[in-house]
């Protein structure tokens, strides 16, 4: 896998190298039209498919950013997903890399994202001042 970018199948993945039945941890940023496609929704539900642990956000800069943790083996197809996403995702990167797994985590969560919801929240109280 290249560090950047899909998965090249000449090269084995990070995680080829470690026991499958081991527990792993992966922080991936994932580029293309991956926001406004129920892209955190549907990962949500490939990863609570697959028993992994974890959580999913939207980005400022419009990526989609998420930590996954579970067997090796889930986390892998989990990550195969991600390079695709949901129908209307169309994917151009996927930038991942490797963390030490550990217990902060209980199932996977769908995380808000604030700055966005502020950037409404001003938007409307200016359209509201404007109307005055």
């Not at 956000?57 to 195969?80: A, C, M, Y």
């Not at 902060?104 to 919801?117: I, S």
Request: overall charge neutral; glycine content about 8%; some cysteine.
């Amino acid at each position: 896998m290249t560090k950047k970018g899909k998965t090249r199948s000449d090269k084995p993945a990070l995680s080829d190298k470690i026991d499958p039945s081991r527990i792993v941890r992966a922080h991936a940023l994932i580029s293309g039209r991956v926001q406004g496609i129920f892209y955190r929704a549907s990962a949500r539900s490939e990863a609570i498919k697959r028993k992994l642990i974890g959580w999913v956000r939207n980005t400022s800069d419009g990526k989609v950013e998420l930590i996954v943790q579970g067997p090796k083996h889930e986390v892998d197809d989990f990550l195969d997903w991600c390079r695709s996403g949901p129908m209307l995702a169309d994917v151009t990167e996927v930038e991942l890399t490797f963390e030490e797994p550990n217990d902060d985590l209980t199932g996977f969560e769908v995380k808000e994202y604030l700055a966005g919801m502020a950037t409404a929240a001003k938007n409307a109280i200016t359209e509201m001042i404007g109307q005055r």
